[in-house]
């Protein structure tokens, strides 16, 4: 139980102050333990931090087969459109992702490589999930068939990409500012709406 409680705590000290920034003293103090008993469910900060990648990186993968099976009858245009925007509602609402965002985009510099096998990992299970999506939409005359699934779901995750960098930089109005153009723009590239 008290890991549970120690990575619960932590994931909110490291979601505001990054690896830098947490100290275990106050994550100790706020799991109303001794600092000293950290050591007993892990090895250090570092092995707390990777933990804690892997679990957040699990979480959102989580999140997005829920939301693909909750959405998946969505017409498409609705389906990518909605899923940004739960993407975004997650950043504020939840400190998981938050922290999982933050941490994808400033890994510690000595834990980078660990840090990025599971930001890489995470990337290429949510283009694989998005890809079927995206090709059935093409098959059923949503999305024009002259870009193909693997290029349109690219570019889609570009979209994502940008929005979670105005997350990280931007504060809600360049957010939505981008958001919109973004999607605009990749809207009517993919159905050659007008």
């Known amino acids: 139980m008290t ?54 990186s699990e979480n959102e993968i989580r999140f997005v087969i829920k939301f693909i099976e909750i959405n998946k009858t969505r017409p498409i245009k609705e389906f990518l459109y909605d899923f940004l925007l739960k993407s975004i509602d997650r950043y504020e609402k939840n400190d998981s992702s938050k922290f999982w965002i933050r941490t994808a985009f400033f890994p510690p510099n000595h834990l980078n490589e660990m840090v990025m096998k599971n930001v890489y990992v995470y990337l290429d299970k949510v283009e694989a999930l998005l890809i079927p999506i995206i090709k059935k939409a093409i098959a059923d005359g949503e999305i024009s068939s002259i870009i193909d699934e693997k290029r349109a779901t690219a570019a889609y995750l570009g979209i994502l990409d940008a929005i979670f ?20 723009v990749y809207w009517h590239g993919l159905s050659r709406e007008l």
């Open 3 to 56: 890991s549970d409680q120690i990575k619960e705590v932590s994931i909110k000290h490291f979601a505001k102050n990054g690896y830098e920034g947490a100290s275990l003293a106050h994550i100790a103090e706020d799991v109303g333990i001794k600092k000293q008993s950290i050591y007993t469910h892990f090895k250090g900060k570092d092995q707390l931090f990777l933990q804690l990648c892997r679990d957040t």
């Open 165 to 184: 960098v105005e997350m990280l930089y931007g504060g809600p109005e360049r957010l939505m500012k981008r958001l919109e153009a973004s999607w605009y």
